[in-house]
Nanobody, 126 residues
Framework: QVQLVESGGGLVQAGGSLRLSCAAS????????MGWFRQAPGKEREFVAA????????YYIDSVKGRFAISRDNAKNTVYLQMNVLKPEDTAVYYC???????????????????WGQGTQVTVSS
């Protein structure tokens, strides 16, 4: 059974930092692309960041460029999202996602991902 489990969310003041982790199990994810999405109350799920299977390619939504960094440790089957200089508008449930396609680069659309975590809440207070 494939499972993605996010952790690291919480409440932080504006300007603070959080590091999200996504631990994958049930299969090897070292050869597939992975990404992070978020969904704020009353809004649609939006793409945040993506990373290729090797980790050499990354892509970010404009609003988080320079503040967020996605990385992966294939030996641990884990993807991370380092979030710095957090803003109240970053408040959302953050979801980890993984593609099933081998040797994928970066994907930005939800339908390009096959596996999803349950989400972790990030709340940034002003």
């Amino acid at each position: 059974q494939v499972q993605l489990v996010e952790s690291g969310g919480g409440l932080v003041q504006a300007g603070g930092s959080l590091r999200l982790s996504c631990a994958a199990s049930g299969r090897t994810f070292s050869s597939v692309a992975m990404g992070w999405f978020r969904q704020a109350p009353g809004k649609e799920r939006e793409f945040v960041a993506a990373i290729s299977w090797s980790g050499r390619n990354t892509y970010y939504i404009d609003s988080v460029k320079g503040r967020f960094a996605i990385s992966r440790d294939n030996a641990k089957n884990t993807v991370y999202l380092q979030m710095n200089v957090l803003k109240p508008e970053d408040t959302a449930v953050y979801y980890c996602a993984a593609s099933r396609t081998e040797w994928g680069l970066v994907y930005v659309l939800p339908h390009e991902y096959d596996y999803w975590g349950q989400g972790t809440q990030v709340t940034v207070s002003s």
